[in-house]
């Protein structure tokens, strides 16, 4: 067993149940690339300054590079009693390169180490998802456009409402993981600060040059306090946040899929591919996807919530405690990722049922808010338009018939605004047709967006693409 880097404070070795208890290799091992790139920027950076000599440097980084190499291709050995990743890859190189291989680890300490590694590490997580953001939101596009001419009913308290545009529909999550999105590259501004160089806590007394080794690792800046960037983790707090918001979008998504997807609303058909079945019941299909996106937001909403207890109530500067932070990291970066990856491929998928959808269309009043708006255009005070129309919606349905099935007589004595010309504004059409306002599912207003939007994620709609074919 190699002896551990600080062994002359110790007399003895450490009890084989502490090193049990408290190793972070098994977690952090994810980690190795960006330890070691870490590890070749901050010698490189010794050596400019002088600390390393460049023959010693060379030697490093090729000790460096090999141990990389025998960790990607499953030689290396993992040893709890190393600990953790930086122990590791730090005793693999004193193990080839000797006295050499012990002045690594000048002018840093494993707290400031472990911050930049995990920053690296978030840095690249964040444009993952960002990535797989933007995949998501042209899988929108495409289906806004593929549905183009569905119309859905609106809902609020999940009860009928209004009619809205299926493309309208899709594009409310287009903005939404846009924010997403937004929050996302924002939130990695203030990931992609170097904490290197802040050593354990204080800074180093040696002649180092931070802005080398940050420019190196990407870094758009070094932090300003050592004590803070040494046992700050807001950026892995935050950054789990802007996932737990993407979980929680695609959990109400994923609620409303399994929701159209029963018999009982019929609004939409899964590909056979993307569901399972049941291992009692032969007819059933089940949603499964769409649920387990729905109940992993619990482990994204976990997650956020182990990390603010875990630094709740912490002192300056690093605790022990910050070892914690790794599993919830990992694990919600992995799920966001996946639920993405899942949601971009059952929304290119599914088919609005279109025929369903439209049967179904006069049940439930969705013309009556543009009734009442109508009667508003015609000097009608909203309140008391509001009134008529409440009453015209109860005497129809007494009857079980349609607003548009009522008389012109009805209407009139309702209420003397109300002549027969009021009749062509109902219907689901005329009232989609009737809206104007900005952001509204009026046509004009949800074909600008989704061209804007088909424009900037690169979306060709499938009539574009064969017009070309003609052309
Ligand atoms: N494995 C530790 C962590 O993840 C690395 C830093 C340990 N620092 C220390 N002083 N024990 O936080």
Request: charge should be negative; include cysteine.
């Amino acid at each position: 067993m190699a002896e551990k880097p600080w062994g002359g404070r110790f007399e003895s070795s450490t009890d084989r149940r502490v090193e049990r208890f408290t190793e972070s290799i098994s977690l952090d091992r994810r980690l190795f690339e960006h330890d070691i790139r870490g590890s070749i920027a901050h010698a490189r950076m010794l050596a400019e300054v002088g600390l390393l000599s460049s023959d010693e440097c060379e030697r490093i980084v090729r000790g460096l590079t090999e141990i990389q190499a025998e960790i990607e291709n499953g030689t290396f050995v993992f040893d709890i009693a190393r600990e953790d990743i930086h122990m590791h890859v730090e005793s693999a190189l004193i193990d080839r390169l000797g006295d050499i291989g012990r002045k690594l680890h000048t002018a840093r300490s494993r707290n400031d180490q472990v911050s930049t590694d995990l920053r690296m590490w978030v840095r690249d997580g964040l444009d993952r998802i960002g990535s797989r953001l933007v995949d998501l939101q042209a899988a929108c596009v495409e289906a806004a456009l593929v549905h183009r001419d569905v119309i859905l009913p609106g809902y609020t308290h999940l009860q009928r409402a209004q009619p809205i545009l299926a493309s309208h529909y899709y594009l409310a999550y287009v903005e939404k993981f846009d924010r997403d999105r937004d929050r996302a590259l924002d939130c990695r501004k203030r990931v992609n600060v170097s904490p290197l160089g802040s050593a354990a806590l204080a800074g180093t007394t040696l002649p180092i040059d931070r802005s080398i080794s940050a420019r190196l690792l990407g870094f758009d800046s070094v932090s300003a306090n050592s004590l803070d960037s040494s046992s700050d983790r807001d950026f892995a707090v935050e950054s789990v946040f802007v996932l737990t918001m993407i979980a929680e979008h695609l959990a109400g998504w994923a609620e409303e899929w399994v929701i159209w997807s029963t018999k009982e609303f019929g609004f939409l058909k899964l590909p056979d591919a993307l569901c399972t079945g049941s291992s009692i019941m032969p007819q059933k299909k089940n949603p499964d996807v769409l649920e387990l996106i729905r109940g992993r937001s619990a482990r994204v909403v976990g997650a956020l919530s182990t990390l603010l207890v875990l630094i709740k109530g912490l002192p300056l500067a690093y605790n022990r405690d910050l070892q914690e932070d790794k599993a919830p990291v990992f694990d919600a970066f992995d799920t966001v990722e996946s639920c993405l990856e899942l949601a971009a491929v059952l929304v290119r998928g599914a088919r609005l049922n279109h025929k369903n959808i439209m049967s179904r269309l006069d049940e439930g009043y969705l013309d009556a808010t543009t009734l009442m708006e109508a009667l508003i255009e015609r000097g009608i005070p909203q309140r008391a338009a509001h009134e008529v129309v409440g009453k015209l919606v109860a005497a129809c349905e007494r009857r079980g018939v349609r607003l548009v099935d009522l008389d012109d007589s009805e209407f009139l004595a309702a209420h003397p605004g109300l002549d027969g010309s009021i009749k062509s504004k109902l219907g689901v059409e005329s009232a989609i047709a009737a809206f104007r306002s900005e952001g509204s599912t009026a046509p004009a207003e949800v074909d600008r967006r989704l061209n804007y939007w088909s424009e900037k994620l690169g979306v060709v709609s499938n009539k574009d693409k064969n017009t070309d074919k003609v052309s």
